[in-house]
């Protein structure tokens, strides 16, 4: 009989507690090996030391140090979301309540894809979704027959997609409406599904213009669906909710709206009015890895009417059985596309208990007040330029007087020496640095660094 430890069943703490001390002492240091936001040297260098530390794939005899050893390589050659000058895309440092409790899930390995497999995971699912979906949709709750819902899903990518389908198979031959800032999974999702080519409305500000969307339906041949934006992957922009739902409402158009990034706007008081309109959405997109402070994945697609998701039932004997339905059972097969299914709700109910809205709303005000404050000292700087005022925790600015490709050789060098990572923005034909602040410990002070760092950068670059 193998003596190879199991994570679950009566020994299963037993065998994780040592191993749990090697991770986390090889996460220590492998992050002090790498000391900063991100592995110095460049892509080469740093393939280098990862499959230095890897050796052979798949070795005729296995290595017991393996655990320490791949853990330090895997943390000296990660980006650090958790550092303060880690700021370049929608990509959070979780919180450590949430990452305890995604252990857990893996430890039991529950597939979300029959009840057998899953019986309290399921009950939990249910009961968070439901309750999320309520917040997206609050107050107007419409009745019992219609109360919404949400299922969770791997990310934005996957909610839009499943939000398409859903506006497909209630509206066939539907057209994609959405305006050029929209994310890339929105066009894409419409081609995997057969839709008609989406029409793309130019976006010179940023956001999706009510009246160019207005003219646009006039003119083109229907059912059409709009997407619309609460939180732009560039920019942090929201589209104007409350015209466009207008719009939408007066041509008979369905409405999805993308909150990948601003939905945590939902637990903020001070800035959930800033996602008004929301609820006047069919489907609406959530991303808890993203301002929720989840360990990827934490997805979420809301739903008005729960009764759209019946289109994604399916049967399966030995899954979903009529008699076990009959009988009681649940039936979770039209819950998701996917089959097999971790439990990602256990992190999200965990964190939502141990917090509560006024946590998670904190966390949400503290980022977008860091990104006010970084904006501020940027604008007071006469040596850059600010784009805007941030309307979530967003920031692009670029150094004053430098050209597009100076921009981007000062922000591959922050890179290669592993001392800053910021992202990229191309918007009004410029580009643009962008710092996404998404760890609410990162103060203005932590950034106003990047400042001069920038500047010495510039002053080196000679253009080709």
């Known amino acids: 009989m193998s003596t190879v430890p199991l994570a679950s069943g009566p020994d ?35 393939a280098a030391r990862l499959l230095a530390a890897l050796g052979d794939p798949l ?60 019986p309290g995971a399921s009950e939990l699912e249910a009961a968070v979704t439901r309750a999320l979906a309520a917040e997206v949709y609050r107050p107007a709750i419409p009745s019992a027959a219609s109360a919404p819902d949400a299922l969770v899903t ?50 010179p500000t940023g956001t999706l213009d009510p009246a160019a969307l207005d003219e646009a339906l006039t003119r083109l041949p229907g059912p059409h669906l709009v ?30 709206i993308d909150a990948a990034y601003g939905g945590g706007l939902l637990f903020s008081a001070r800035h959930r009015h800033l996602l008004t309109g929301l609820d006047a959405a069919a489907t609406v997109t959530l991303d808890l890895h993203k301002l929720g402070w ?13 009764r759209d998701l019946a289109v994604l039932g399916q049967r399966a004997d030995y899954l979903n059985a009529d008699d076990d339905t009959e009988a009681g059972l649940p039936d ?12 990602d709700i256990l992190k999200i109910a965990v964190t939502l208990q141990t917090l509560g809205r006024t946590g998670l709303g904190r966390l949400v005000d503290q980022v977008c007040a860091s990104a006010r404050e970084f904006a501020d000292l940027i604008d007071r700087h006469p040596g850059f330029e600010l784009h805007a005022a941030p309307t979530l925790s ?61 500047a010495r950068l510039v002053e080196g670059h000679t253009p080709r």
């Open 154 to 203: 791997t990310g934005g990518t996957e909610s839009n997609q499943l939000a398409l389908l859903l506006a497909r198979e209630t509206h066939p031959g539907v057209r994609l409406l959405c305006g050029a800032a929209a994310h890339h999974s929105l066009p894409r999702a419409a081609w995997l599904l057969g839709l008609p080519e989406p029409h793309i409305l130019p976006t």
């Open 394 to 454: 967003t920031v692009l600015f670029r150094p004053a007087r430098a050209d597009d490709d100076t921009v981007a050789a000062v922000r591959r060098a922050l890179l290669t020496d592993g001392r800053a990572v910021l992202g990229r923005a191309r918007t009004q034909d410029r580009l643009w640095l962008k710092a996404t602040l998404l760890n609410p410990r990162t103060r203005a002070d932590d950034l106003a660094a990047l400042l001069p760092l920038v």
């Open 59 to 118: 070795p005729d005899e296995g290595d017991p140090d393996a655990l320490r050893r791949l853990v330090t390589a895997f943390a000296e050659t990660a980006a650090d979301p958790a550092h303060p000058l880690c700021a370049a895309h929608l990509h959070c440092p979780p919180l450590a309540v949430a990452t305890a409790a995604d252990l857990a899930a893996s430890a039991l390995n529950p597939s979300l894809d029959s009840w057998d497999q899953a």
């Open 12 to 46: 299963g703490p037993h065998a994780l507690r040592p191993l749990l001390d090697t991770v986390l002492d090889a996460l220590a240091d492998g992050t002090r090996a790498r000391g900063g936001p991100l592995p110095a040297g460049g892509s080469g260098p740093v």
């Open 294 to 306: 989840q360990p990827v994945a934490a997805g979420l697609l809301a739903v008005r009417d729960a």
């Open 332 to 343: 979770l097969l039209g819950r998701s596309p996917r089959t097999t299914r971790r439990p």
């Open 227 to 256: 997407a619309a934006t609460a939180g732009t992957t560039d920019a942090g922009l929201i589209d104007p909710l409350p015209r466009i739902a207008a719009v939408c409402r007066s041509h008979g158009a369905r409405l999805h």
